[in-house]
């Protein structure tokens, strides 16, 4: 997974006095749940080595659980018991959230090497990745990862989202071009029920939207939805699934094929035999599409495709066909980007900390950063469910308590508190009290709301930070 190489890596002795016991002061950068997943297994690691350790866990963000937050549908409420156990690892005391911190602005990685034992980077992603076609910085188009950080309501992007096009594409055969193509096609009044923020609420009530087209390079035995993603766009209101049967010559070499693909196959087959309804929307699945380029003169007008088709020896290759599809948006969900800490090396052409199973490596064949450590996606790359952050986290977790009782780390040289290093620095800090003001706050809005919701975010970074620390505030 990691792009170094994977022979035994040998920490270089420094002239720092080293740890000798397990008695850990640890700073984790990120709290998504990779960040939490690392901070709990190392707390209960310790634990049972009978030693004691503190956890600063740290995010840019005021409130935790970064992608949970900020990039799962508000539709998708089954991740809730993953959040529950999630906020009962960090409610448990053993991690102490400091929140509204950038690693790199507010404070150096330098300053946190000096603090702590080991510092752990779990900075996820929230960019898209890029999509290099001519016509792709027109205006009407969009990164997916922009118009997903508008629809969970991230502080740090603009309320309003234009949604004036009627016939739109999604270019991606992954989940994420499966959430961004429901959201565009779900009619608004069945979004009400959920966290949606109320400016998206009102953005999504007012868009013209009566087609989104969701194009794959590959065939439909290729795409990476998972089955339950895939069967839900068939259960959306007044959405007929529109499938091209020129799609589907290839049907036959699903034998032998995986349970997961079966069943995606299965839903596929089941849409083609149901047919159209007459609904007023409809969300069509292409396959075998690679985008050529985004037409357009002053802003989105179309998008050329160029055919393609796999060979016996499964390579896809263009066919030469070029097909232009009108279209007035187009969103590429072709892959996130993972999130660089100032300081910390960066392997720019994957968009990953580089690492040897969670070791931070400053380049390829070089020995690890002694302390530094990597989890969660910006370790392996932004794919995988929330679930596999916690394998991530177990490997990582494992290698620095190797790396402590092997007397590896550096012992820290402050030992002041970091919250006095902040509050000198001016930084408006938010703690886990702080978060569950917001969520209670948040969680009033919603019970409060017309329509009786299970939460209303809060979504300006100021607001958001009042909240949280409006006890503190009132205390000081
Ligand atoms: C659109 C979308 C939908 C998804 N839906 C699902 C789903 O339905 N089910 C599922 O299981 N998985 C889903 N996933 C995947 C899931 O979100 C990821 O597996 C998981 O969030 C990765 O966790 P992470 O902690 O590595 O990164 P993140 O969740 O990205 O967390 C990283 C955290 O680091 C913080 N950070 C970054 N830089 C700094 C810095 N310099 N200083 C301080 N803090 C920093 C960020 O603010 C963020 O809070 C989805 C992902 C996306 C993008």
């Not at 509204?100 to 990745?129: K, S």
């Not at 969009?142 to 997903?148: E, L, P, S």
């Not at 992954?174 to 953005?203: I, W």
């Amino acid at each position: 997974m990691a792009s170094a190489p994977t022979d035994t890596p040998t920490l270089p002795h420094t002239e720092r006095p080293s740890v000798t016991s397990l008695n850990l002061r640890v700073a984790i950068v990120g709290a998504g749940p990779a960040g939490i997943y690392a901070g709990n297994i190392l707390a209960g690691s310790v634990r049972e080595r009978g030693g004691a350790v503190e956890i600063d866990l740290f995010d840019s963000l005021p409130a935790p659980y970064g992608l949970i937050r900020y990039g799962v549908a508000p539709d998708h409420p089954r991740i809730k018991g993953i959040v529950n156990s999630l906020h009962e690892m960090l409610d448990a005391g053993s991690l102490r959230f400091i929140g509204n911190v950038e690693v790199g602005r507010d404070i150096a990685i330098d300053d946190l090497q000096e603090r702590y034992d080991a510092v752990i980077l779990a900075t996820g992603a929230i960019r898209d990745a890029a999509l290099d076609i001519p016509g792709i910085g027109l205006p009407g188009s969009y990164g997916a990862a922009d118009f997903v950080a508008w629809f969970d309501g991230h502080p740090d992007v603009p309320r309003e989202w234009p949604l004036d096009a009627a016939e739109v594409a999604v270019i991606g055969n992954g989940n994420v071009a499966l959430d961004v193509a429901r959201v565009l096609a779900k009619h608004a009044v069945d979004l009400r029920s959920t966290e949606v923020p109320d400016n998206v609420l009102a953005g999504l009530e007012a868009s013209a939207v009566t087609d989104v087209h969701v194009f794959g390079r590959r065939g439909p035995l290729d795409v990476k939805f998972t089955p339950i993603e895939l069967r839900e766009l068939g259960e959306v209101l007044d959405v007929d699934i529109v499938l091209a049967d020129e799609d589907f010559a290839e049907l036959e070499l699903a034998a032998g094929s995986s349970n997961q693909l079966k069943v995606i196959l299965r839903t596929f087959q089941a849409w083609r035999t149901r047919g159209t309804t007459g609904a007023s929307r409809r969300l069509h699945l292409h396959f075998w599409h690679a985008p050529v380029a985004v037409l357009g003169d002053e802003r989105v007008e179309g998008l050329r495709f160029e055919r393609t088709a796999i060979g016996e020896d499964r390579v896809v290759r263009g066919t030469g066909e070029l097909r232009d599809i009108p279209v007035q948006a187009v969103y590429r969900a072709v892959g996130y980007y993972g999130t660089p800490v100032v300081d910390a090396p960066f392997d720019t052409a994957r968009g990953v900390i580089p690492n040897i199973e969670g070791r931070v490596v400053p380049a390829s064949g070089a020995a690890p950063v002694p302390g530094l450590y990597a989890t969660g996606w910006i370790k392996r790359g932004p794919v995988g469910l929330i679930g596999h952050t916690k394998s991530d986290a177990m490997e990582t977790i494992a290698h620095l308590v190797t790396d402590a009782e092997a007397g590896l780390l550096e012992a820290p040289v402050v030992y002041e508190d970091v919250l006095e290093l902040l509050d000198a620095r001016e930084v408006a800090y938010t703690t886990w009290d702080g978060w569950l003001a917001l969520d209670a706050h948040e969680r009033g809005l919603g019970a409060a709301h017309v329509h009786s919701r299970e939460r209303v975010k809060v979504v300006p970074r100021e607001e958001q930070v009042d909240i949280s620390r409006a006890d503190s505030l009132a205390l000081s």
